[in-house]
């Protein structure tokens, strides 16, 4: 017969019964404020006591410290009051002055029985009046407990008990995990207690104070406790808040000195300062995995001093080790005392649970557990039960053994398991033979099933740094708030465990540091691989070579790398004469050749001497640690990606060439912004990767940069969104914080709940917009990466795509049908450049050049023919100096007001359509000239991006009559009072059908009111974050609120509502239940084309069971969901709810777990 033994998840945390709704701290109290009424899983062990209530005044940090404050109180019988002070930088544990006011205000009101302080340094931080006062008050009677680096750090301390005897009596409970070591006095009427504990700084003072509560101590021994459902903090919160009521001198005169374990009866050893009195004695026996396996009680007269207590157990546990819970109860029930104790039962049969071929197995080929046995019982019963991380019981296994010499092995299957998420624990138990059976051992062990594709494969991921560990504050709410507003992807785990059973996922980091040299010396390669592949083994899927890579300071001045970069230069050129002309250079050889920093070139155009080792630096940088680490990724497995944390936009601080090495990161945490150039560059010379954003500050206000973040993120083709630390995320008592949870409640579900899948399948759609991408251009200045450029054309409504200039050299243009190409101060082009650019215009194109274009060769050398577009735009540039100056078009043509860029440039055979007056003389502002089919538009601007509301319109204007004049039409377009909204970008996918055009847009700033929406073409237009269908039209009206992004669907047909069912009427508890999806349409013969949907499950009381949600894409609107149902599924009729993104609508279809036959041995 299986036993079933109930999973009690302690990784969630509630509210308590009857409290308020609990929402998050007001935004300027985060860190100082705790909702007493949130609670966490707890045993109320120190709850009722005979003393009653007492007063404890709580002073801890304004960090996380504070949350340990309910940790002690919801144990404890203790009516509390606390102050949580923000810390100085300077000095060094210092404190602010209002906030200790404060406290002393505080302090004085509340008239505590015990102050409790927690990750406060007296000396430095209360100073010695302060320091004077309290231990006056404790003098006076008040009790203190302290936690205390070392009493050496705090003189102020030391002197005051100096000379004091330590109190011995009454003694400590008893621990049955590793406590910090207590020093107890009695100054004056009051008592005082110091927690020697040296905690780190690193917000979370108060885990020191619980010491090693994964360890149980045993009578002559300790042994760590590797079992994740152990929660032997229980014994340490209960130790602390013991010792405030000794401090408090609230304690009773009993105390539990000791608990062992032999066979089923359990010896409390007691001792009794007080007279003789009649108690109950209790005895409680929990497992490593936190479960109450057997208790007992006895009455008894207690005599003074110390007496043994022999309390019988309802049966005799299990063999290993234990741990013990000893309360002492007066006749009406109340607590007189609690101790706890680690013991070890005799083990008839010790067991080990051994995953094969590991613990971190695939999905969809999962192996097997062994069971190892040893020991002097002949035989038995073992039964072997998977749990997943929702306590569902998705595999169980029986098997008779015997053991031969002392030993047995059992294995058990694993292919029957379908996860529905990573984590598994797998437990073993071993029976008697004899009827009723009776429990000899149980041993586990954690299963990590690893999902086939990659995380954010397929969807989108939000997540927040931070490294999920066996903390409490992480076990007790920290990492169950965080997942749950939907930030499940960590850049670092210190427990696998942990993270996978609270529904995290897993990225991490192996460092590939630059070296001067810029060497990779000899075994990094295999040194990082090993890191590498323990952390692919492990589940990670992308790893991060580091963040914010610079080259080295020095490595100009690194013999190797100017050896180096005197062989790359030798190819470059014939011989030494040919670079002394291109350089200005007098070298006699290539052995002298020395490059220059930028600064020593003064106002010279010629940037060769220091251009041609930025090129040699990128080449060596993207070649050696970019692609290597990509190929040595590879060798590991084909999908690990690796990338970086916090890439900046491209500059010369890492000078590679993006369009050659950005396919090297399939994944990467850029820095984030609005309509930056980074992801560009990746959408268009990185097919397939999947870069993400990083907001390394985190959310700290409600305001639409938060919002639109992930959304930018999604929208640019990205995988992932880190929205700051863990710890950013919930408050210091772990309550979501305040300007998380209107994202987690309005846009995280919207951002993972389908969109993102639709988006992620589809393809990036840019209008035949080219934007000319020269590396050695931008390098020289980064003005080239025409930033104002593509913003702007973003703002009018158009997408684009960044071509290289050797591809426009080679035809790309003509070939792939591009109407308009864009150069913005793309000044190192080579003449072949040119001359593609030239026949792009003559067979009918449109070239807009801003600023100074192609007067330098690749090399940065001055053409000596002067700038290569001059014939093609008509203007000569040749006497052009820098202006900068914001200036009004003269009258006569378009009204415009721009900065203008330069001054001398002359019209020739172009026509001015724009001129301004510079010292008297006119200056082209903006020209054209028919270039065979096609058109050559010159602009005469310094491109903002923030601006005067002038210069911001003449710029839209400009860009808005050349794409119009390219034959370009905007695919979405927003009016608000018959005037066009620009300034904000528009994002276009289509699906692989190309039947339906995804629009996704919003307005910078938001808006009041409705703007006209015009659509391209006419179609059936779906809001999807909203569901609302505005008929067949290329015309309607929205909102735009501010950080809202609207998210359209143009497709070729109507929808009517979803349809499902499932195959069987009837299904088995361990079936898995195929649902069948489609989408009904109106008219005759039409099919969707691709639909989300989302599927929930719902248990008898029309209850969700949230494991079972999953979203997915159906092609043609149909697809099957597989359900895999757990083998303990709750019978009853239930139901499944198909709900698709298009309308909204949901779909029911019902069905019936019978009950499970009982079966007589």
Known sequence: MFRRFVVVSALVWSMASGGENVGPSPLELQGRTLDLKVVTPHLPLLKRHGKGEFRAFFLTPADRTLAHVREIVQRADIVPDYCAIRQLAAPPEGLNAADLAEFQKKLAAFAPQVLVTLGIQWHAGLKAQLIGELLGRVREGMGAVIAVRDLRDEPELATALAGLQEVAEPPLPSVAVNVPAVRRYAPGKGRLALVVCPWRGDGDAGAAALGDWTTLRLLRETVRVSELRWRGFEYSYAFLGDLARWAAGQDSPLVVTEASLKGNVVAVTLHNAGEKLPVRVQAAVRSRRWEARTDGALSAELPPGDSQHMVTLGKAPEGGPLGIEARVLAGDGRTLALGTAGASAYEVVAMKVVPQPSAYQPAERPGACVVELSG???????????????GRLVDRSVHDVKLANGKGRAGSMLQAVRALDTYHEVVAQFLSAEEPPRLLAEASCDLFLLPPKAPGGEGFLLGVQGAPRRDPLHLQGMLATVHALGLTLHNSSDDDAVLYATGGQKAATVALPVAKDLAVGEGVKADWQKQARAQYDTGARFIALGGGRRVPDGAASDPQVVAAFREWLKPRYADIAEL???????????????????????????????????????????????????????????DLAVGEWNMGEPSDAWPVDWS????CYKATACQGGTQGVLEELFRCFAPGARPGTRVGEGVVARDAAARLAPWLALLNGGGFCWLGDMHDAVTSDLRPAAAYLPLAKEEFPDLTGGIDRLILASAFAADRIAIGYSYPSWLSDPEALARGAKAIVEGLGFQHDFVTMDDVAAGRLERDGYRLLVLQQASCLSKEQAEGVKRFAEAGGVVLCIGRNGWRDLRGSPHPEGGLFDALTGVDTAQATPLGATMAARPGGPSLTLDVAVAGAQAKDASVLARVSVDAKEVPLWTVRDAGKGKAYWLNSNLVADGPEAVLRSQWDVFDHVVAMAGLKPRCRLFKDGRPLFGSETWYYETPSKRTLIVARHVAGGMEGQANVRFGRKAHVYELRTHRYFGETDLIQDSFPPGVVRVYALTDCKMQKPMAKVDEQKAAAGAVLQVSCHMLTYGKDVEPDLVPYRLRVFDPSNQELPCYARVGLAPAGKTVFEVPLALDHPPGRQSVVVADLFTGQEARAYFIVPKPEVRKR
């Open 580 to 638: 002394n002309r291109a350089w200005g250079a007098q070298f006699a050889d290539f052995g002298q050749v020395a490059p220059k920093h930028r600064q020593e070139l003064g106002a010279s155009p010629n940037l060769a001497p220091w251009l041609e080792f930025r090129l040699f630096l990128g080449e060596l940088l993207g070649e050696r640690y970019m692609k290597a680490p990509t190929e040595w990724a590879a060798e590991i497995g084909p």
């Open 376 to 390: 002097t019982a002949p035989g038995g019963r073992l039964e072997v039960s998977v749990l997943d991380r929702f």
């Open 660 to 663: 050659r090495y950005a396919k």
